[in-house]
């Protein structure tokens, strides 16, 4: 599933506004709020770095069976894998 994929998903079965439509104290509307940007940053943050992981091991992976074309760029293959 790619993330355009998961992020459909994800909208289609959670709508921040309307969970921010059943909180009526402004105080914890506004704790809410923040809580839920917060944890979409987050999830944002996750699958860039996991799609840049699978990146790096496909990479790899050619290149352990020498079928890594030699127009592939590499930026630091060794510390590409250590983030």
């Known amino acids: 599933m ?3 994929e998961c992020e459909k ?3 289609a079965k ?3 506004e309307n969970v921010l ?3 009526h104290d402004a105080d914890k509307k506004a704790k809410l709020k923040l809580a839920l940007d917060s944890i979409g940053r987050h999830q944002l943050y996750c699958r860039f770095h ?3 992981f699978n990146k790096a091991i496909k990479a790899h992976r050619l290149a352990m069976f020498d079928k890594l074309t030699s127009e592939t760029e590499m930026k630091n ?3 590409s894998l250590c983030v």
């Open 2 to 4: 790619t993330g355009k």
């Open 9 to 11: 998903l994800i909208k």
């Open 14 to 16: 959670f709508n921040k």
């Open 21 to 23: 439509a059943l909180v």
């Open 50 to 52: 996991y799609e840049e």
């Open 77 to 79: 293959p060794i510390l």
